[in-house]
């Protein structure tokens, strides 16, 4: 299986801000990295897949990057609906695989 | 608009079984698969194992073979996950989540089903 490494694990910062999480996989998975949002209450949101690709609806805020093994998700101006938990998941191969999840708070 | 509605939380009892339902609406039910996922604070998120409702073809996360059934209704867009030999490692949340169409995400979830396996 691959593992997916995701850190930080934790995060804290200020609204306004910039952010960056980051999620290595244990093999290439090509470009195929998706990332989601978890919030109380709400089913979780795919923000981007296969490593850069915005998501209908996704503010341009967010961004991706990386392929093979290294990728990055970027919220640039951190707004007060941003604070949540990210999730990244490979979509190269069976069985699909998740990091561990970030959690982002305010500061 | 796409929704994924599971059902209800669970307490269940060890050495039993449990059935999970996601009714899917918005969309052509047989259109795209249906996924399985466990998330513990322990674990994380894992996947079970995946279900095309056209044909009720189904894979499994070898983690979770003979531990999970994926069935589909079509007749009611639902999807079900039966859950068999519970023990309390089986007690966690449960998600169904939709498979996009290539290059194959999840696009959509359910807001997933608590189960707690306990006496």
């Known amino acids: 299986d691959v593992q997916m490494t995701q850190s930080p694990s934790y995060l804290a910062a200020s609204p306004g801000e910039s952010v960056s999480i980051s999620c290595k996989a244990s093999?290439?998975?090509?470009?195929?990295l998706a990332w989601y949002q978890e919030k109380p209450g709400k089913t979780n949101k795919l923000l981007i897949y296969s490593g850069s690709t915005l998501q209908s609806g996704t503010p341009s805020r967010f961004s991706g990057s990386g392929s093979g093994t290294d990728f990055t998700l970027t919220i640039r101006s951190l707004e007060p609906e941003d604070f949540a938990v990210y999730y990244c998941q490979q979509h190269n191969e069976y069985p699909f695989t998740f990091g561990s999840g970030t959690k982002l708070e305010i500061k | 608009q796409v929704q994924l509605q599971q059902s209800g939380a669970e307490l269940v009892k060890p050495g039993t079984s449990v059935k999970l339902s996601c009714k899917a609406s918005?969309?052509?039910?047989?259109?795209?698969?249906m996924n399985w996922i466990k998330q513990t604070t322990g674990q994380g998120l894992e996947w079970i194992g995946i279900i095309n409702p056209g044909s009720g073809g189904t894979s499994y996360n070898v983690k979770f073979k003979g531990k999970a059934t994926l069935t589909v209704d079509k007749s009611s867009s639902t999807a079900f996950m039966q859950l068999s030999s519970l023990t309390p490692e089986d007690s966690a949340v449960y998600y169904c989540?939709?498979?996009?169409?290539?290059?194959?995400?999840?696009?959509?979830w359910g807001q997933g089903v608590m189960v707690t396996v306990s006496s």
């Open positions: 918005g969309y052509t039910f047989t259109s795209n698969h």
């Open positions: 989540a939709r498979l996009s169409a290539l290059p194959y995400y999840f696009d959509y």
């Open positions: 093999k290439s998975i090509n470009t195929y």
